[in-house]
C-alpha cells in the first residue's frame, strides 16, 4: 500500500483528497500538513471527517519528506514552489494542484502571478490534463494539476482543435463557478450576503487562468491561440458550466464533433458526451470526477455552441490529482473515483 502525505491539507482541496483517498485501495494517507492547524486533530478542521485517525503537522518540519512515498501540494500560488524541490530532492513524486507547475514557460507564469523560485523544475513538470497528457504523466516527477476552469474548456476542445473540425479564432468560453472555487479563506468576497441572490462577473479580461488555457490550445492548435474568457460567481457550492462559442471549420456539425470527441477519448472513463436533451448540468456530475460535454448548432450565427460541465473540486481539482496519482502509479485510472453523483 502507498503511502501519501498531503501538503496543505486544511482547505477544501485538502478535503476532496482526504474524503477520495479513505476508499482508495492502493492509498494510506500518513501525512496531513497545515501552518493554522499544526497539532490539532483533523476533526477540528473538519468535523465530517473526524472518524480519519489523523493529525495536522507543519510542512516547515524537514523531517515530513520522509513520512510519505508520494505527496499532494495543495498551497497556495507561489508556495507550492518552495515546498516541491524538496520533495524531489528527497526522491519523491509530487502532485502540484497550485498554478505553480503548470507552465513550461517561466516567464508566462511571472507575469501572472509573480517571480518563480525554481523555473528549472518547470522543464520537467507534466501539465496533468489527464486524459490528453497521460503518457507523459506515467513517466513524470512533478505533475501540474490543471485549474478547474481550465479543465472544464481544454476537455471539449483540445481535440476539436487538433483535428481541426472548429477555428482558432474567434473562441469565447462563458464559465459559470460555484463559490468553493475561491477557496476556503475568509473574504468578504465569498460572504453568505455578498453571494446569495447574486450572480456576477468577475476579472473580465484579466483572470490568470487565462494564459493556462491559451497556452494548452495553443500546443492543440499547432499555432497562437487566443480566447475571450468570462468567469462568472453564481451562488451554489461547487461546480462549473462552461459555455463555448467557436466557429466550425466548414461541413462541420455537431454530429461531427461528437464524433471526432468519442475517437479522441475512446476509453476514457470520466469524459461523458451528452446527444441532445437533457444538456449537460452542474447537478449531474456532482461529487464525481466526471466532464459532461455536449454540442449544439447554432445555424442563425454560423457557430456551434459547446456545453460542458465538472464539479470544480473533484475534476477541477483533487480528483483529478487522484486521476493522476494513479497513471503515475500504474494503477486503473477509475481506482478510488468510481462515486456516483450526487444527485438529487
Given at each position: 500500500?502507498?503511502?501519501?502525505?498531503?501538503?496543505?491539507?486544511?482547505?477544501?482541496?485538502?478535503?476532496?483528497?482526504?474524503?477520495?483517498?479513505?476508499?482508495?485501495?492502493?492509498?494510506?494517507?500518513?501525512?496531513?500538513?497545515?501552518?493554522?492547524?499544526?497539532?490539532?486533530?483533523?476533526?477540528?478542521?473538519?468535523?465530517?471527517?473526524?472518524?480519519?485517525?489523523?493529525?495536522?503537522?507543519?510542512?516547515?518540519?524537514?523531517?515530513?519528506?520522509?513520512?510519505?512515498?508520494?505527496?499532494?501540494?495543495?498551497?497556495?500560488?507561489?508556495?507550492?514552489?518552495?515546498?516541491?524541490?524538496?520533495?524531489i530532492e528527497g526522491g519523491k513524486r509530487v502532485v502540484d494542484l497550485s498554478a505553480d507547475f503548470r507552465f513550461t514557460d517561466p516567464s508566462l507564469y511571472e507575469a501572472f502571478y509573480g517571480p518563480h523560485s525554481?523555473?528549472?523544475?518547470?522543464?520537467?513538470?507534466?501539465?496533468?490534463?489527464?486524459?490528453?497528457?497521460?503518457?507523459?504523466?506515467?513517466?513524470?516527477?512533478?505533475?501540474?494539476?490543471?485549474?478547474c476552469y481550465p479543465t472544464s474548456i481544454l476537455l471539449p476542445l483540445t481535440p476539436l482543435l487538433q483535428e481541426r473540425v472548429i477555428c482558432a479564432e474567434g473562441l469565447i468560453a462563458d464559465s459559470k463557478s460555484?463559490?468553493?472555487?475561491?477557496?476556503?479563506?475568509?473574504?468578504?468576497?465569498?460572504?453568505?450576503?455578498?453571494?446569495?441572490?447574486?450572480?456576477?462577473?468577475?476579472?473580465?479580461?484579466?483572470?490568470?487562468?487565462?494564459?493556462?488555457?491559451?497556452?494548452?490550445?495553443?500546443?492543440?492548435?499547432?499555432?497562437?491561440?487566443?480566447?475571450?474568457?468570462?468567469?462568472?460567481?453564481?451562488?451554489?457550492?461547487?461546480?462549473?458550466?462552461?459555455?463555448?462559442?467557436?466557429?466550425?471549420?466548414?461541413?462541420?456539425?455537431?454530429?461531427?464533433?461528437?464524433?471526432?470527441?468519442?475517437?479522441?477519448?475512446?476509453?476514457?472513463?470520466?469524459?461523458?458526451?451528452?446527444?441532445?436533451?437533457?444538456?449537460?448540468?452542474?447537478?449531474?456530475?456532482?461529487?464525481?470526477?466526471?466532464?459532461?460535454?455536449?454540442?449544439?448548432?447554432?445555424?442563425?450565427?454560423?457557430?456551434?455552441?459547446?456545453?460542458?460541465?465538472?464539479?470544480?473540486?473533484?475534476?477541477?481539482?483533487?480528483?483529478?490529482?487522484?486521476?493522476?496519482?494513479?497513471?503515475?502509479?500504474?494503477?486503473?485510472?477509475?481506482?478510488?473515483?468510481?462515486?456516483?453523483?450526487?444527485?438529487?
Open positions: 500500500m502507498l503511502s501519501v502525505g498531503i501538503i496543505g491539507a486544511s482547505g477544501y482541496t485538502g478535503a476532496e483528497l482526504l474524503r477520495i483517498l479513505y476508499t482508495h485501495p492502493e492509498v494510506r494517507v500518513t501525512l496531513i500538513t497545515s501552518r493554522k492547524y499544526a497539532g490539532r486533530p483533523l476533526g477540528e478542521c473538519f468535523p465530517s471527517l473526524s472518524h480519519l485517525d489523523l493529525t495536522f503537522e507543519s510542512h516547515e518540519d524537514d523531517r515530513v519528506v520522509d513520512r510519505a512515498e508520494m505527496f499532494f501540494t495543495a498551497l497556495p500560488h507561489q508556495a507550492s514552489m518552495a515546498m516541491v524541490p524538496r520533495l525554481c523555473p528549472d523544475y518547470l522543464e520537467e513538470s507534466v501539465y496533468g490534463l489527464t486524459e490528453v497528457h497521460g503518457a507523459e504523466v506515467e513517466r513524470a516527477r512533478i505533475v501540474g494539476n490543471p485549474g460555484g463559490v468553493s472555487g475561491a477557496g476556503r479563506e475568509a473574504s468578504v468576497g465569498s460572504l453568505f450576503c455578498e453571494v446569495n441572490e447574486g450572480f456576477k462577473a468577475y476579472k473580465v479580461a484579466s483572470h490568470r487562468h487565462t494564459p493556462e488555457i491559451e497556452s494548452q490550445l495553443s500546443w492543440a492548435a499547432g499555432s497562437e491561440v487566443r480566447m475571450i474568457f468570462t468567469p462568472h460567481l453564481v451562488p451554489m457550492d461547487r461546480g462549473i458550466l462552461s459555455t463555448v462559442y467557436a466557429v466550425p471549420c466548414e461541413g462541420v456539425n455537431a454530429k461531427r464533433i461528437e464524433g471526432v470527441w468519442r475517437d479522441f477519448y475512446h476509453g476514457a472513463p470520466f469524459v461523458r458526451i451528452v446527444t441532445g436533451e437533457p444538456l449537460p448540468n452542474t447537478a449531474f456530475v456532482r461529487g464525481t470526477n466526471a466532464c459532461m460535454m455536449a454540442a449544439v448548432d447554432h445555424p442563425r450565427s454560423g457557430r456551434v455552441v459547446i456545453l460542458s460541465v465538472i464539479d470544480n473540486l473533484v475534476k477541477g481539482a483533487s480528483g483529478q490529482a487522484v486521476q493522476n496519482l494513479n497513471r503515475m502509479m500504474g494503477w486503473n485510472e477509475e481506482t478510488g473515483l468510481r462515486a456516483a453523483a450526487l444527485f438529487p
